[in-house]
């Protein structure tokens, strides 16, 4: 059983599966029942020399945990390559936490120059059946989301973004070839299937895996860590289909505004701030949002507030604040009092406002360009005449 | 629980499934079993009439059991219309017992003047793990076999021939709305699978489903009865999706060569005679059959033999002697022992090797058309162009 809590989890317990997160998420907890590697400050320190560069997603570890990113960086350095592939489950509109593994994934692009593959998976936010969307809402969804996922600047040229529905022509043929290692009794462990699931959904994890297949070379896989149970089958049949075991790394998740359980839900529109959210809507919701902040200013300044628990302070530090010696002021002043947490609210507002007012000025941009990335790009060109599984 | 008996059968117990056939089949249990209906001479006499003209395949009830036959013939008089759908799993070669659906499909055809779609299902043949084919071995078969069914002589603008794999891009839609409505308990049920089942062979029966919601008519499936199940599952959720309820007409299984019990199959070369075989090798074939007459000439003479156990006789009746006089004869005059096994072999190999080399020649001639019927004829063009299950 590969699931980690079940539904019905007490004080200390919480639930992570691809369709499911509730609960305080306990990542070091995870690292041991995934069976998943922690990121060291060893292999970081590798990764970095590699990418000539830093990024504070891992520094700060928001990306904590990996697979085999060791061996992709020995392929790196052999000049052997390797492919990113990530995702999105178009269930409805994006949050700014859904952005965090694109935007990881772009500047992993543009740091080792390689192709990325992107999933909209149409056909599971259909297939779930708790989400009621029919199938024509998960494909308006698929194309309102792959335009913020394109804004986000990938290279159009080396970039791939396709729906499931739309690619499955190319996509079916390695994925029987999937399915037919992938036996009921492992998806019904491995994803908590039961009797009562539909066989659309039974099939389902053959279609997510197979664009770890898309290239001979190792895939390197950027996602939250729910995603990590389609990973760990993918990596037990891969080789026998002759490709590589997929590497990943996983990243937290961004804490809701409501605190420190669960994720943000696109369906719980007040525990996130949405893509297209308008400056008086997002400043009234991270006024709103939960603090680590004493009961009145009094206290607060003689205790001081706890920035662990504190969304304004986690959401600048896991991804509005890059700069390490300014995050660290801010978490200083906050646990001293100095700072208040209507002032680290402000400063989270006016990060985030410019944040998604940029973002909609790309994605207005970006409009003209989308077929680039879903039709015509180089990448895109070839894989629209690429049939994959099928041996000549 | 809809299979009927299991793999364990004793003497009088048989086993009819999609993908097993054994036991000497009941077929009046059958009809009781899974709940089909009789075909009676009164709905025989009424379709007769509506389609201008009688077949031997349904005046001896070869096509013996039906599902709303009665409702398409209502259709048809009302100028409402029906279609026709019937498939082939490509696990090898064919055998002329393989042809009888078609055959027939093609004569309804002729009568009624509509349009017909015939599935070859190289991705259900790869699934089933038993047969052990690979993917590229399915799709080989896929158009060997496919040659063979447009030798039958279909109308190449109003029928078209696909395979799962090449055009699962235009099914997946309507295939996902089907799977979304099944689950996996179900399919345990109708379909004997079980933990061990893999994901694509538990997925499969959603896409045997879809073409009988290829058009917003009444579709009229005549399939031997061992695929009974899927219409089954197909009709429980068909007027859901906004489509019709499928009808069907079920035959029996052309007795094999080796005696009364189980079907014909590819996968034991001396129990089938196949489309291929050679006349000698038909001659030989034939001439080791499994016979109703006595253990010797004297013996018969006197005795007389059994026509309802003797190979020869039973293909004669099925398929290739359709002159009711002329086989009444050939059962009377066996019977009284006029006839030996010895003359009925002879009258059937000259049938049956007439059928072959006129199959062959046929064969040969269709290779330049097949595209007609795959891609270019008017049914396939407006196929390819057609995206089922997306409401724009």
Known sequence: MAIFGD????????????????????????????GTDEITQELLTRFERLAGGSHHMFRRRVFFSHRDLDKVLDDYERGRGFFLYTGRGPSGPMHVGHLIPFH???????????????????????????????LEQSRYWAYE?????????????KTFIFTDVDYIGNMYPIALKVA???????????????????????????????????ERKRCLIPAAIDQDPYWRVQRDIAESLGYYK???????????????????????????????????????KIWRAFS?????????????????????????????????????????????GKLTSGDMKSILIERLTEFVERHQTSREEVKDKLHLYMREG???QRMWETKFGLEE
Chains 1, 2 share one sequence.
Do not use: C
Request: glycine letters at 6%; hydrophobic letters at 40%.
């Open 292 to 336: 680590g902040g004493q009961s009145t200013l009094e206290l607060h300044r003689k205790l001081g507030g706890n920035p662990d628990i504190d969304v304004a302070y986690q959401w600048l530090y896991y991804f509005f604040e890059p700069d390490d010696d300014r995050i660290k002021q801010l978490h200083d002043d906050y646990r001293s």
């Open 180 to 214: 037919r290692k992938i036996n009921f009794s492992w998806v019904r462990a491995v994803f908590g299937f039961n009797q009562q699931t539909n066989i659309g959904m039974v099939f389902y994890p053959a279609i997510q895996i197979v664009p770890t297949m898309f």
């Open 104 to 134: 990881l994934t772009r500047w992993l692009q543009e740091r080792f120059d390689v192709n990325v593959y992107i999933e909209i998976t149409d056909d599971e936010k259909f297939l779930e059946e708790s989400r009621g969307l029919t």
């Open 7 to 34: 539904e019905k989890q007490g004080n200390n317990e919480f639930v992570v599966t691809p369709w499911h997160v509730a609960g305080k998420v306990d990542y070091q907890k995870l690292i041991e029942q995934f």
């Open 246 to 284: 997929a590497a990943a790394i996983h990243s937290r998740f961004l804490m809701p505004l409501t605190g420190p359980e669960g994720k943000m839900s696109a369906s719980q529109r007040e525990s996130a701030v949405f893509l297209n959210d308008d400056p008086k809507t997002i400043r009234k």
């Open 378 to 380: 180089r990448l895109a």
């Open 145 to 157: 989301n792959a335009l913020d996922i394109a804004a986000v600047g990938f290279d159009p040229d």
